[in-house]
T-cell receptor, first 104, second 113 residues
Framework: KNEVEQSPQNLTAQEGEFITINCSYS?????LHWLQQHPGGGIVSLFM???GKKKHGRLIATINIQEKHSSLHITASHPRDSAVYIC??????FGTGTRLQVFP | GAGVSQSPRYKVAKRGQDVALRCDPI?????LFWYQQALGQGPEFLTY????????KSGLPSDRFFAERPEGSVSTLKIQRTQQEDSAVYLC???????????FGPGTRLTVT
């Protein structure tokens, strides 16, 4: 069993839909990262959070430390949101990623 | 300011050759990380520096892999006697300090033929 697991592995959506990607971890952490990786490989850090909720534009990340669970939400999804979304525990343990495709 | 840069962006090596991959972190960033990302997989941790000190090298897959950061800024990942299974994208990231957000470079795509 991976120490960081994401679901779903693949996700397709229509433009405008609300999207949720889930991450569960079994290791103790002080922070959890959400990363976005576009085709071609570039990785961008979206959020680093250790409690509660953070919001940036249409992206919202939440974490429940007791349940060892985090979610990434995308509101009003757009085709440019199509990417692989990766959660990573701060002990440098990565989930396998969620491949999101948003169709117009 | 400039982000994290890596060079070369692409490298093709024949099996058995040695390669050196360079990472220029963001100026002033104390922490530097190297990751390996095989095709279709998520990144996997290789090693971590705090300034010039290599604090964690538990992810290096074999003793053919060696990383250094002698002056606490630029880092080099060296792979000796490359094998086909070393083919991957090698990502470098830096952060202000260990507990801060990481900024990733574009990666070096290594293909071993």
């Amino acid at each position: 069993k991976n120490e960081v697991e994401q679901s779903p592995q693949n996700l397709t959506a229509q433009e405008g839909e609300f999207i949720t990607i889930n991450c569960s971890y079994s290791v103790g952490i002080s922070a959890l990262h959400w990363l976005q990786q576009h085709p071609g490989g570039g990785i961008v850090s979206l959020f680093m959070l250790s409690s509660g909720k953070k919001k940036h534009g249409r992206l919202i990340a939440t974490i429940n430390i007791q349940e060892k669970h985090s979610s990434l939400h995308i509101t009003a999804s757009h085709p440019r949101d199509s990417a692989v979304y990766i959660c990573a525990a701060d002990k440098l343990i990565f989930g396998t990623g969620t491949r999101l495709q948003v169709f117009p | 300011g400039a982000g994290v840069s890596q060079s070369p962006r692409y490298k093709v090596a024949k099996r058995g050759q040695d390669v050196a991959l360079r990472c220029d972190p963001i100026s002033g960033h104390v922490s530097l990380f190297w990751y390996q990302q095989a095709l279709g997989q998520g990144p996997e941790f290789l090693t971590y520096f705090q300034n010039e000190a290599q604090l964690d090298k538990s992810g290096l897959p074999s003793d053919r892999f060696f990383a250094e950061r002698p002056e606490g800024s630029v880092s080099t990942l060296k792979i000796q006697r490359t094998q086909q299974e070393d083919s991957a994208v090698y990502l470098c990231a830096s952060s202000y300090d260990r507990a801060y957000e990481q900024y990733f470079g574009p990666g070096t795509r290594l293909t071993v033929t």
